[in-house]
């Protein structure tokens, strides 16, 4: 394919801070059409060492971003992975070269709904193609030749970032050397798909959608994105951490007002979540990522059985779930566990006794760090990486 890199990518008269490749071919995607040409924004930390085996490509969740380690351009927040990724962190930038790609049908840069569709000059909205967490680990193969490395030390990431790091483990486990899957499963779950059904009716019942076509309208269906967020950040949390949190608390009163503002805490807060959410992603972005993720069945892929997903060369495994985390629970970590040992792979697993829920992944856990870091050391004196390198 042709690609082409560009250091710094605009759109809708927006600077975006980072790279971004140009693929001027199709991308043949699982629901039978073909994308092209199209964008992939991506950033990196580090240097690439000059036998290009230091790299590990992060892998964002649903509603993250590029930028790990970096202000959000939109928000001026700081990245959303900075307690792992820095100079001397466990993803350490002295040591690794890190490489995080927005996703295909994301909202910062990569080509997504909310771009220009080339065909008709004006935003693709619903005509962008359905896409799947396969395609989207394809795009970020383009990537990761276009930048010359042929095996990733390691490809690292949570909840859908997790599916991802699965993805790349099955279809290309000779293109990885490690594989951290952290709060993830090989399927989404019925609960979850009946949760992403309830954001997405929130979306496409708020009148400024349009059927899509909002921007062309100059609106934006704010209202429903913003409960859409509100009802998923909930599955995020554990009952415990809300509890801890918030309790009953209430909001800036004494007592309750007997009406339908924001009288306790919680409420607060989740509309907080809705509203500033709305500042910084794409409603027609969350309808296409949400389905890719309910999409997602590894098993489904190999004729119904797990193991088969995992049955060429496997990279060396670090699977990690939390104990409060009922998005995607234990359960589903340990299946994947059984079925990589039904083809002798090469698995470590550890669930992490926290009260933080499924949002663990992204907070100060320092079982998580001691965890990561033990196993990216091992394995990089497994693959002969050096401390330090100039």
Avoid at 173 to 197: G, K, Y
Avoid at 235 to 264: C, M, P, V, W
Wanted: with cysteine; net charge negative; charged share 20%.
């Amino acid at each position: 394919m042709s690609i082409l890199t560009v250091p710094r990518l605009r759109r809708s008269g927006r600077d975006w801070p980072g790279h971004r490749l140009v693929v001027a071919d199709e991308l043949p995607l699982d629901c039978g059409a073909a994308l092209g040409p199209f964008t992939i924004a991506y950033q990196t930390y580090g240097r690439l060492n000059p036998e290009r085996s230091n790299a590990i490509l992060v892998c964002h969740a649903l509603t993250g971003d590029q930028y790990v380690a970096d202000p959000h351009p939109i928000t001026g927040h700081p990245g959303w992975w900075t307690t792992l990724a820095g100079p001397g962190g466990v993803l350490d930038t002295e040591r690794y070269f890190l490489i995080c790609a927005n996703v295909l049908g994301g909202c910062m840069g990569t080509t997504g709904p909310r771009e220009i569709n080339a065909a008709t000059g004006e935003a693709w909205a619903l005509d962008f193609p359905v896409i799947t967490i396969h395609d989207i680990v394809r795009a970020q193969k383009l990537l990761v030749d276009r930048l010359g490395i042929e095996e990733l030390f390691c490809v690292i990431g949570g909840s859908m970032g997790g599916m991802q790091v699965l993805q790349w483990a099955s279809s290309y486990p000779d293109r990885v050397f490690a594989a951290v899957p952290i709060a993830a499963a090989a399927r989404h779950s019925a609960q979850n798909i009946a949760f992403h059904e309830v954001g997405r009716q929130a979306i496409m019942a708020d009148p400024d959608w349009c059927g899509g076509r909002y921007l062309k309208e100059g609106r934006n269906p704010s209202r429903g994105l913003a409960v859409a967020r509100m009802a998923a950040h909930i599955t995020y949390l554990s009952e415990a951490a809300l509890h801890r949190k918030f309790g009953r608390n209430l909001q800036d009163r004494n007592q309750i007002t007997y009406g339908f503002d924001a009288d306790f805490q919680v409420e607060s807060y989740l509309r907080h979540q809705g509203s500033t959410f709305v500042d910084r992603f794409d409603a027609n972005s969350y309808l296409y990522i949400t389905r890719a993720m309910d999409y997602f069945d590894l098993a489904a892929e190999h004729g119904g059985s797990l193991p088969a997903a995992f049955a060429r060369r496997q990279p060396r495994f670090c699977i990690i779930s939390f104990t409060s985390d009922w998005l995607f629970p234990t359960s589903e970590s340990r299946a994947l566990v059984h079925a990589l040992n039904a083809v002798a792979a090469n698995v470590s697993f550890v669930e992490i006794e926290t009260d933080k829920g499924h949002d663990a992944f992204l907070l100060h856990e320092p079982e998580l760090f001691a965890t990561l870091r033990g196993f990216l050391t091992g394995c990089a004196e497994q693959r002969g990486l050096p401390r330090f390198w100039t």
